[in-house]
């Protein structure tokens, strides 16, 4: 069993930075990851880290930033010059890379509502 949460969304204006925390206690040898869903629109995949090696959505690279800190067990997401598009509920998530990468994960953190106002 993996428990994850999420921390760190709020309100920010067009341009500014964010950065979101998911901690995992439990067994967190899993790969873990970001999506986002937007109202009205589908989950999106954002982001995987796995021992070291990141995966982006091509849309967001250059943009965000995944790390994870394995001491703390906790994962960040490193967000820059957000856009009012970036609005959206972002959820970590723990799993095998292609399941996440597929947009399924094993394991689901609550989600933290960031805002981006234009």
């Known amino acids: 069993q993996v428990q994850l949460v999420e921390s760190g969304g709020g309100l920010v204006q067009a341009g500014g930075s964010l950065r979101l925390s998911c901690a995992a206690s439990g067994r967190t040898s899993y790969t873990m990851g970001w999506f986002r869903q937007a109202p009205g629109k589908d989950r999106e995949f954002v982001a995987a880290?796995?021992?070291?090696?990141?995966v982006y959505t091509d849309s967001l690279k250059g943009r965000f930033t995944i790390s994870r800190d394995n001491a703390k067990n906790t994962m960040y997401l490193q967000m820059n010059s957000l856009k009012y598009e970036d609005t959206a509920v972002y959820y970590c998530a723990a799993g095998p890379l292609m399941s996440l990468r597929r947009g399924m994960g094993d394991y689901w953190g609550q989600g933290t509502q960031v805002t981006v106002s234009s």
């Open positions: 880290i796995a021992y070291g090696n990141m």
